[in-house]
C-alpha cells in the first residue's frame, strides 16, 4: 500500500555535499516512520537516520551524526537525507524505508517494510 519513490545520489569529492529524496504515497495517516539506510559492498544494511512521521526526533547511527542530516516536509510525505563532508566511507547504496506502525523508531533494517529502489552515493578521496 505504501510506495516510496527516491531520487538524487551521485560522484563527490571527500568533503563535498548531496542531497537524497524520497516521497511516500499511500499513507492514511501521520503515523508510522521513515528513516534512510545504507549498504556498502559486502557489508550488512545499516540504519543511517529514522524519525516518527508523526514529529519525534531524529536518530542517528554515530558515524553520521553532524554530517547527514533527516528531515522532513510539512505533510510528513517526503523524507529528505542531507549529506556534508562525505567521507569515503560513506560509499554506498542509500534506502529510503517506511514502516506503518509504532510510537519508537529506530534504526533496525527488520522492522521496516517498505523500501525504496536505491540511491548510489560515491566519495572519492
Known amino acids: 500500500q505504501v510506495q516510496l519513490v527516491e531520487s538524487g545520489g551521485g560522484s563527490v569529492q571527500t568533503g563535498g555535499s548531496l542531497r537524497l529524496s524520497c516521497v511516500a504515497s499511500?499513507?492514511?495517516?501521520?503515523?508510522?516512520?521513515m528513516g534512510w539506510f545504507r549498504q556498502a559492498p559486502g557489508k550488512e544494511r545499516e540504519g543511517v537516520g529514522v524519525l516518527a512521521r508523526n514529529g519525534g526526533i531524529p536518530t542517528y547511527a554515530d558515524p553520521v551524526k553532524g554530517r547527514l542530516t533527516v528531515s522532513q516536509d510539512s505533510t510528513k510525505s517526503a523524507l529528505d537525507l542531507g549529506m556534508s563532508n562525505l567521507e569515503p566511507e560513506d560509499t554506498a547504496v542509500y534506502y529510503c524505508?517506511?514502516?506503518?506502525?509504532?510510537?519508537?523508531?529506530?534504526?533496525?533494517?527488520?522492522?521496516?517494510?517498505?523500501w525504496g529502489q536505491g540511491a548510489q552515493v560515491t566519495v572519492s578521496s
Open positions: 499511500g499513507y492514511t495517516d501521520k503515523s508510522g516512520c
Open positions: 524505508a517506511a514502516r506503518r506502525f509504532g510510537l519508537i523508531c529506530g534504526r533496525d533494517v527488520d522492522s521496516y517494510n517498505y
